[in-house]
């Protein structure tokens, strides 16, 4: 990578960072504790257009109630991004394996939008609403 590329991609991570300092979500969250394996996690679900790592790391600083895994549902592209706590201990690509044709990292993972994903959604309630 050339001196140029790299101080572009300097300041790109720079300009994002700034945009996460000024960045606020204004959509519905939605929430529940769900018992996946032996262990009850708060899942939270939104819909998204763009900025799916704006919205979570938003999410994960901002929100009043503890959320462990949040789903990121783009219905438009029929994909869901996984996100989670970073001191949580589950891996998000095997769980994305589990529910779609999806993969990833253990810390985010993504796959396509399908009946068990919805069904998933659906034991969630607005976070407003608790």
Do not use: H, W
Not at 92 to 101: E, I, M, T, W
């Amino acid at each position: 990578m050339s001196e140029k590329d790299s101080i572009l991609l300097i300041k790109k991570y720079i300009d994002e960072y700034n945009l996460l300092e000024k960045f606020s979500f204004n959509g519905d969250i939605f929430y529940e504790k769900i018992k996946l394996g032996e262990q009850n996690y708060g899942v939270a679900g939104i819909f998204f257009n763009d900025s799916p790592n704006l919205i979570a790391n938003y999410i994960f600083k901002e929100c009043e109630t503890p959320v462990d895994i949040l789903l990121l549902i783009n219905v438009e592209n029929n994909v869901v991004i996984f996100r989670k706590r970073k001191d949580l201990d589950i891996d998000l690509s095997k769980l994305a394996k589990q529910l779609s044709k999806g993969g990833g990292s253990s810390d985010i993972a993504g796959c396509i939008f399908n009946d068990r994903i919805l069904n998933l959604t659906k034991l969630l309630k607005p976070l407003n609403a608790k």
